[in-house]
């Protein structure tokens, strides 16, 4: 489980709070969804989770230990990071999934360390493709070679930054069906940013609403109303249901 607690950040003495005393929690093998507009604060607290920010005020523990105080070598082991933009220069498929395990063996990797990669390939279906320039293929096949890649670190907790952000249709679908299958599978946590309202719905099982760096909202779907969005994007919406599903419309201005 993630549990963040009290947790505020500011850039400089002088500069206003950029995270206001937030808190929450995410079972394992759940899938969390950190929402609002830009300048929220998602993007900080996702650096704070992953060392490259201290908190000025307050605790983050996964399944019960401190990871603020863990060594960063450590860090990396128990969080995973898949980031929106995707580079992996000339590396194989292959060769991109092992640099996952680099925290694990350092100059060299192993026999465990290939046999991590290779079980990964197979559980994901990529055995076609693995030794393929990763550089060379699609969106969709990025970013499933970045989820590969982290879930060689044999992480805890992952943490996807707009994972289908510049994803066509067909590819959002198949990255939001990877996900949800490895949190449970896995039994990981993973926690999302999404500007899409409607898919964060498809994907996630929590919900945590940002507003001026403070949570104002968090829960299950059923915390999201007209109201709310209205409150954190300032736009009007509708919600309808459809197959006991939760549809919103109105504008896409949810950046």
Request: proline share 3%.
């Amino acid at each position: 489980m993630l549990k963040i607690e009290h947790l505020s950040f500011q850039y400089s003495r002088r500069s206003l709070p950029v995270l206001r005393d937030v808190s929450l929690e995410l079972p394992a093998g759940q899938i969390g969804m950190l929402l609002g507009k830009n300048g929220a604060g998602k993007t900080t607290l996702f650096k704070i989770i992953l060392g490259l920010l201290t908190p000025s005020e307050g605790r983050i523990e996964l399944d019960g230990e401190d990871i603020l105080s863990m060594p960063l070598r450590e860090r990396a082991r128990r969080i995973a990071y898949v980031p929106q933009h995707i580079h992996f220069g000339e590396l194989s498929v292959y060769d991109s999934i092992l640099m996952g395990r680099v925290s694990y063996f350092g100059l060299k990797a192993g026999t465990a360390d290939h046999n991590a990669v290779e079980e990964i390939i197979r559980e994901m279906g990529m055995e076609e493709f693995a030794d393929r320039n990763a550089e060379h293929l699609s969106g969709g096949e990025k970013q499933k070679i970045a989820i590969a890649r982290a879930m060689a670190q044999n992480p805890k907790l992952l943490v996807l930054d707009e994972p289908t952000g510049n994803l066509d249709i067909s590819n959002e679908d198949l990255i939001i069906t990877e996900a949800k299958a490895l949190a449970e599978k896995k039994k990981i946590s993973i926690i999302s940013s999404m500007h899409d309202l409607n898919q964060a719905l498809y994907m996630g099982d929590h919900f945590y609403f940002l507003k001026d760096g403070k949570i104002r909202c968090s829960g299950k779907e059923d915390i999201i109303t007209e109201e709310l969005i209205k409150e954190v994007y300032g736009i009007d919406s509708r919600i309808i249901a459809y197959e006991n599903k939760k549809i919103i419309l109105g504008g896409k201005h949810y950046v």
